[in-house]
């Protein structure tokens, strides 16, 4: 069920435009991610997704406009210590084993040794990686690194939690410790980003779905605003085909593109 | 604790002293564990390859030592003055630089700006500078190491030979250390300014300053062997040395360390002290200005280095692959494919092609003008002698570049295993491919050095054709040799070549290749060194009764030639055959 009713914004972006050279991967887009809120960020490969993600992490900067995390400019060393980044294809030190990459992680976040430890435990058996925590990095499967980093994502306890692609690589089992996560987290106040191609997912876990393409976000709101905006009653496979122009025989693009100028989407 | 007292620490991490000590001393822990880590897997799981690593780098510490001993004996002998060395070392120190200067400034910019590892790291509450200095110590770490290995037995051994007290040995650490610092700081800075000011075009600025380099070498090279006067004579060494003025420029480091090492070497050593305290503030100075760069600017270049890279577009088919289609037209089309394929990654790859060229067109340029270089050439020991010298540096040179490019090519290609498998190609034609690739560039270039080379010397025809001959052999076993074991020893979890290449398997190859090339020349440099000095005195060699006709000398350069064809052979098909055998039951 969708919950309507979030805390204060964590994750701003507005008017955000990025150019790479001539190309516009980002354009004008503005967004919210209010406190205690899974927000879904959808859109086809190129759409403008990871550009977005990167630039709330800091490791991009806007060409203009402007992304603040938990009020801070994205990229200061005040949002980076509130913000947890899990990318879609995770860093490991090969060389450090699973519980010497978490101990570094909470050393960087100034923890005390006491709550370290009290909060590598915590999400070492949340995520189930205990069988393998004194074992070199180099050897782990792709689930494993998987696991292994979003505890150390979550082990300094982030206001802000942003994820690309996360159900890469894991097993069903692995997926559903995750999408818990999700659940816990947002329920904790934690704002969730996800960045996202399985829809099923988003269905069931968002509250709020971002739909970008071509780099504008084309259609945002809940499950239920995106049907009703688009006078669609179908799943939302149906719906994000519809809008991206995928859907056959529908020049879905056009109709976002008229839905927009229309004003009836952002 | 209290959530009162966690929130505490989570907002004093926020504060920048707190950050900065949080910082270094979990970067500092980090490496540590790593370093440890990589040790103890050595230790517990690669034994072999430990002592090997160990064992080939007490021979080219001792090689080295021998060979400078040498020499500085025979300088030594001349009684000249301590000037001779102080040119010696600039010209070594003056080298050593440069290559540091470039080598730190690639490291450092990768490190930096095409690293997964510091991607992960800018996400982190991590001072930009202390991210800096992670990646820093790394590359200063590789770079003391080779300057280590490389420096301290030309050091030990002239300090042996003109009997250098104490005090000389014990400051060749710090004089060695502090020494890479001046140019990695260098190098650093100027890897993070460019990645700041032209973000697009990192490899067309690599370009420009390798271009002038290769042209500044070659003039200084051209203008050494045009030194007038007759070699040796006094008036000749003033000219030339003149001509090397410039390495004893006040405001150069290379000049700093020459003095240090002769000052300190003839127990001078207020003025060497001297010297070595100038390079170890100079370094200290360069590490700062580095640090403080990256603390101004790290962030901003690495947006820009992320977010404004070249969008230019490339033809699908161009005249390479044209060239490669009608050369190759023999070939099976998809090993002539595969070939295309190579080519097109080596030549979109400058860090690749621009090292092939710039060794090659020096030794082109050094062959160009031999006579130049040596007054000895009218006597046919030394003709012969500087031939196979020319020959040997060649293959040494193609031993490395083999090692360094081809080695790596079956462990990045490993990685695109899901889609070779798949292709309607054999593994076996994919091995070929690479050989294939290899054979051609390395045949073209080197065969061109060593014609250039034996036209200038002017040595026999027999000799000529045993010399095109030899390298096609070496070309061949090289080639195969780094193929074979490539695809025997692959990394697969490795993205770097040149971490590739800096492993086991590229140190064995390295080995494999340099016995290789020790039977193969040696083979036919033997019967030629004893047919001329059976023929003709000279000086520096013992005589020897042994005086073949011309007949005896053939027929023993034809058997040589037999083989060291033989070994070509089994340079070719032992390496490719363990190599298909592995491909073949090869998992991806």
């Not at chain 1, 205990?130 to 782990?140: H, I, N, S, T, V």
């Given at each position: 069920m969708t919950r309507t009713s979030f805390g204060e914004p964590r994750i701003v972006f507005q008017n955000v435009i990025k150019q790479f050279g001539p190309k516009t991967a980002v354009n004008g887009v503005s967004f919210e991610v209010r406190s205690g809120e899974i927000f879904a960020f959808l859109g086809p490969n190129g759409a403008g997704k990871t550009t977005s993600i990167k630039m709330i992490c800091g490791l991009m900067k806007p060409t203009s406009g402007q992304v603040l995390v938990c009020g801070h400019a994205a990229g200061t060393a005040e949002a980076r210590s509130r913000i947890a980044y899990v990318p879609d294809q995770p860093f490991l030190y090969d060389k450090l084993t699973g519980r010497e990459f978490l101990t570094f992680v909470t050393q960087m976040y100034g923890m005390p040794p006491e709550l370290a430890t009290e909060r590598i435990s915590k999400y070492v058996q949340l995520f189930e990686i205990?069988?393998?925590?004194?074992?070199?990095?180099?050897?782990?499967s792709q689930g494993m690194k998987q696991r292994l980093v979003f505890a150390s994502a979550l082990v300094h306890e982030p206001e802000v939690l942003v994820v690309d692609?996360?159900?890469?690589?894991?097993d069903p089992r692995s997926a559903r410790i995750v999408k818990r996560t999700f659940v816990d987290q947002a329920r904790s106040g934690v704002a969730v980003l996800m960045s996202i191609h399985l829809l099923s997912i988003a269905e069931d876990l968002a509250d709020r779905i971002g739909i970008i393409n071509h780099g504008k976000i084309i259609s945002m709101g809940t499950l239920g605003e995106l049907r009703d905006n688009l006078a669609h009653d179908g799943s939302l496979e149906d719906l994000f085909l519809a809008i991206t122009g995928d859907s056959e025989g529908e020049p879905g693009g056009d109709k976002a593109a008229d839905a927009v100028a229309e004003g009836l989407l952002p | 604790m209290s959530p009162e007292n966690e929130l505490k620490s989570m907002v004093a991490a926020i504060n920048p002293e707190v950050l900065d000590k949080n910082s270094k001393a979990s970067l500092k822990l980090l490496r540590g564990r790593i370093f440890h880590n990589l040790l103890a897997d050595l230790w517990q799981n690669n034994r072999l390859r430990l002592a090997i690593a160990i064992f080939c780098c007490t021979i080219f510490w001792l090689g080295m030592f021998v060979l400078f001993f040498g020499g500085f004996e025979f300088v030594e002998s001349f009684r000249l003055t301590s000037e001779i060395y102080e040119y010696l070392f600039g010209i070594f120190f003056f080298t050593l630089f440069v290559m540091l200067f470039f080598s730190n400034g690639i490291i450092i910019y990768a490190g930096l700006f095409h690293s997964r590892e510091t991607n992960w790291l800018m996400t982190q509450p991590l001072a930009e500078d202390r991210i800096f200095i992670h990646k820093f110590v790394e590359s200063f770490a590789f770079a003391s190491w080779g300057v280590l290995l490389l420096g301290s037995p030309v050091l030990v051994a002239y300090g042996l030979s003109i009997r250098a007290p104490a005090l000389f040995y014990i400051s060749i650490l710090p004089l060695l250390i502090a020494y890479v610092g001046i140019p990695a700081g260098l190098g650093s800075c100027s890897a993070m300014i460019i990645a700041w000011m032209v973000p697009r075009r990192p490899k067309t600025i690599l370009l420009c300053l390798i271009s002038i380099l290769v042209f500044s070498l070659v003039f200084f090279i051209w203008r050494l062997v045009r030194t007038?006067?007759?070699?040796?004579t006094a008036d000749w060494m003033d000219a030339f040395l003149n001509r090397l003025q410039?390495?004893?420029?006040?405001?150069l480091p290379s000049r700093w360390m020459s003095f240090a090492v002769v000052n300190l070497g003839t127990g001078k050593f207020i003025v060497g002290l001297q010297y070595l305290f100038v390079t170890i503030t100079n370094a200290a100075m360069a590490w700062l200005t580095a640090t403080w760069v990256s603390h101004k600017i790290l962030r901003i270049a690495f947006y820009r280095a992320q977010g404004e890279r070249s969008a230019r577009r490339r033809k699908a088919s161009n005249a390479i692959d044209k060239f490669f289609n009608r050369i190759f037209w023999f070939i099976d089309p998809h090993v002539r494919l595969l070939m295309i394929k190579d080519a097109r990654c080596f030549l979109r790859d400058p860090a690749q092609w621009s090292q092939f060229i710039i060794f090659f067109g020096l030794l082109a340029a050094y062959f160009w003008n031999i006579r130049k270089f040596s007054s000895n050439l009218d006597n046919l020991v030394w003709r012969n002698l500087i031939s196979f010298l020319n020959l040997s540096v060649t293959a040494l040179l193609l031993a490395t570049f083999t090692s360094r490019f081809i080695f790596p090519m079956m462990s990045l290609e490993g990685r695109n295993a899901w889609m070779l498998n798949l292709l309607p190609v054999r593994r076996s034609q994919i091995l070929w491919g690479k050989f294939t690739f290899s054979f051609s560039l390395s045949l073209f270039a080197s065969e061109l050095l060593l014609i250039i080379s034996d036209l200038q010397l002017g040595v026999y025809p027999a000799i000529v054709v045993s010399h095109v001959l030899l390298i096609m052999v070496i070309c061949a076993g090289l080639s195969a040799i780094s193929v074979g074991l490539g695809a025997k020893m692959p990394n697969y979890r490795e993205t770097d070549p040149s971490k590739i290449a800096a492993g086991f398997g590229g140190t064995l190859n390295l080995v494999v290749s340099l016995l290789f090339l020790l039977m193969t020349i040696g083979a036919v440099s033997l019967p030629c060194h004893l047919y001329f000095i059976g023929i003709q005195s000279a000086e520096g060699f013992r005589n020897f009764d042994l005086k073949w006709s011309s007949d005896q000398f053939q027929f023993w350069l034809i058997v040589a030639m037999i083989f060291s064809i033989a070994i070509g052979v089994l340079a070719v098909l032992v390496p490719i055959r363990i190599g298909l055998r592995q491909l073949a039951e090869q998992e991806f």
């Open positions: 205990e069988g393998f925590l004194d074992q070199l990095c180099e050897g782990y692609e996360p159900f890469v690589g894991l | 007038p006067g007759t070699a040796l410039f390495s004893r420029h006040p405001l």
